[in-house]
């Protein structure tokens, strides 16, 4: 138990007084509070969160609760979970294969063979399929559908993971706005302001007219850049982004008053366009024309990502070149080219050859310009690793950590993870979940499993929730110069993050300029109201 006579005898019998009056006067409760004891709030917290963190209960309550600013590495398909998937299904008259438990529309039919490929999913029980939902070997099929107990298969983390996406992917398109709903309904009950997505979105179409028009070997690229099909793709997306966010406050009830809204609504979300790295190279030069052209025509795409497994026979063999596709096209989009987060060294000794490892996040940050990495795994096989943490420092190149998927991935956790050493170096992280619904995670998750395997102290842990935005695609300046002290921009340095506040003319008119910032300001507020909660 927290020891409250520590924190304050007078707080403690006045504490019903404060809690009734905490968000009405925020500023002149803080004075009092710190009158009491002489301590700052920060210190009040931090001497709590270390008592927190030793109880795995009340360390996942504690942060579950706690303003996380957002998830910037978060595969849309593969943050729906298992069971969504199936009741899409069902509801859809999809069919299951009976061994691989892949997900298929009908008809359910067999092979040339006689063998079943195919049974329909939440037909009537019979005698030999009975569960809730009317489905054979349920568990099962959420088993293949995401990582779930694949300890006690033989089948390694890394292939159980990539395998699961083929097993659901015919039920994405058409559905990606019920996808938004629960991921943005799971991250508002985890108190979490703002999430980027990674979508596909037109990927396949172009890469297939790519191979049509100009087969998969090499040409001069450059002529494809101002082709109409890629524009005429770029519309159809804005269309489809329309449709799916559209479903998605239809199924919030976001038009509502606010005491019938479900949770969600005010989750907000921004996409990264995802290029699939395992085509050809004239195809994936196209579907990076076209990340950069939908950065350019839709605010709702903030940036692009290179994606499918790094180990991949051709992302290996091409990645120095993809990275000079992203050079050279950005130049023709310098409006967008702040916008790119790169998969970068996630891999390991013994997936790959010693030649592949050590030199991915270097090209990432050096070739391709990325602001932000994921994954970043082996960058301990760099031949300088001081200089390339140095220059990661001090240019602000973030790494979004996944510590999940990186374990069930590559085998990688605790001190092998090079966590602390980005740490070490002042490198900006953010802890994100890549793809938590085929991990069975959430970003609490994560939070507690990095206080736990890093001993992290509470001033880490705010600063981490901080540097989600300060660090995403969002428009506008960052509010901070240092997300850890908490120092901010000189406009706003005057300034106190409460309701009540009545912003300097400087700070307001900063904040009106940056939507970046407006959201940093208003986590802030999060922040503060919930350490004063917190501290009573």
Not at 161 to 180: A, E, H, K, Q
Request: glycine share 6%.
């Amino acid at each position: 138990m927290i020891d409250t006579e520590r924190i304050g005898l007078k707080v403690r019998v006045l504490s019903r007084i404060v809690r009734l009056s905490i968000l009405a006067t925020p500023v002149i409760v803080v004075s009092f509070l710190n009158a009491c004891n002489g301590k700052t709030i920060t210190d009040d917290i931090s001497a709590i969160f270390e008592e927190v963190k030793s109880n795995p209960v009340r360390l996942r309550n504690f942060l579950q609760k706690y303003p996380k600013g957002g998830d910037l590495h978060n595969h849309l398909s593969g943050a729906f979970y298992a069971e969504s998937f199936i009741e899409l299904a069902i509801s859809q008259g999809m069919c299951v294969h009976p061994v691989s438990k892949t997900l298929s529309a009908p008809p359910c039919k067999k092979n040339e063979n006689g063998t079943e490929i195919g049974v329909l999913i939440g037909e009537p029980p019979s005698a030999n399929k009975v569960n809730e939902y009317g489905i054979p070997n349920l568990t099962e099929i959420i088993d293949q559908l995401s990582v779930r107990d694949y300890g006690l298969k033989e089948i390694s983390g890394h292939d159980q993971f990539f395998s699961t996406f083929g097993r659901f992917s015919s039920l994405v398109p058409g559905n990606r706005g019920d996808i938004v709903a629960e991921v943005t309904t799971r991250a508002s009950r985890q108190n979490i302001l703002y999430l980027e997505l990674m979508q596909s979105l037109g990927m396949f179409e172009v890469a297939n007219w790519a191979a049509t028009e100009y087969g998969t070997t090499s040409h001069e690229f450059t002529e494809i850049l101002d082709h109409n099909f890629i524009d005429d793709q770029v519309s159809q997306v804005t269309s489809t982004l329309d449709q799916i966010e559209s479903r998605r406050r239809e199924i919030q009830k976001c038009k509502e008053v606010k005491s019938n809204r479900f949770d969600g609504c005010d989750v907000e979300v921004r996409y990264l366009a995802q290029v699939i790295r395992t085509f050809s190279p004239v195809q994936v030069y196209a579907q990076t024309v076209l990340a950069f052209k939908l950065i350019d025509a839709d605010s709702r795409v903030v940036g692009l990502n290179f994606v499918a497994p790094e180990d991949d026979p051709i992302a290996l063999r091409d990645y120095r070149l993809h990275m000079s596709f992203i050079s050279d096209i950005s130049k023709q989009f310098k409006n967008s080219s702040n916008g790119i987060a790169l998969h970068a060294g996630e891999l390991t000794l013994g997936l790959v050859p010693p030649k592949h490892l050590g030199w991915h996040v270097r090209a990432a940050i050096m070739i391709a310009g990325a602001k932000r990495i994921g994954h970043g795994i082996d960058i301990a096989y760099e031949d300088d690793l001081n200089e390339l943490l140095e220059h990661m420092a001090k240019h602000s190149i973030a790494v979004e950590i996944n510590l999940t998927s990186n374990d069930v991935i590559l085998g990688i956790s605790g001190a092998e993870h090079p966590f602390k050493t980005y740490m070490e170096y002042g490198v900006p992280l953010t802890i994100s979940t890549d793809d938590e619904g085929v991990s069975r995670i959430d970003l609490t998750n994560e939070y507690s499993r990095a206080v736990t395997e890093y001993d992290l102290d509470y001033k880490t842990i705010r600063s981490l929730s901080r540097n989600a935005i300060q660090y995403s695609f969002l428009q506008g300046a960052p509010l901070f110069k240092d997300t850890l002290t908490g120092e901010v921009i000189d406009e706003c340095s005057e300034d106190k993050n409460t309701d009540e506040e009545i912003l300097t003319d400087r700070c307001e008119h900063f904040l009106s300029t940056s939507s970046k910032a407006r959201m940093q300001w208003q986590l802030e507020q999060k922040i503060s109201l919930f350490e004063q909660a917190v501290r009573i």
